[in-house]
């Protein structure tokens, strides 16, 4: 009998384990294939929060990769100016939107800017985050604990290689790629 009783406690903690894991991954769906993202809520729980609400509520859906400079990394996420399909996008104002929530604390951690990192984008105000992220191309490490790393890309990042690259320095993007849908899996 106990080790039945064990058994069954074994088999609650693998499935536990199982639906938390999948609580955490996120599918970003682009043209050219889906993407993996693994939150990490333990080191930016408010902001893998309010990514989730968001993308949960179809807020990310056809919004544009607004900046993306080559070897840097894609940011996209401006809900307000940068969703293709709303009344209110507006491509040369892509970047300075956000949701109608308020901005979020910053939450800094240990984690590098590494190539695949999910960042979330602010202003100079390091409490201004909002709705906007981008992912690294490759190594930033100058970013480090400088804006707050929320998930990392686990599969798919020959997806995000292909996102049109913008122009100049600041990678601004006259025909810009476009989130298709993001949602957790």
Known sequence: MFK????IIFLLMILTNNINAKENIMILKLKDGDVKIEMFPDVAPNHVKRIKELANNGKYDNVVFHRVIE???AQT???KFGNSSSKN???SRAGIGGSDLPDLKQEFNNLPHERGTVSMARSSDQDSANSQFFICFDAAPFL???YTVFGKVIEGMEFIDKIIKGEGQNGSVSNPDKIISFKSE
């Open 4 to 7: 039945f009783f064990n058994l």
């Open 71 to 73: 070897g840097f990394m």
């Open 77 to 79: 996420g401006d809900v």
């Open 89 to 91: 996008f507006d491509l």
């Open 144 to 146: 480090d604990r400088q």
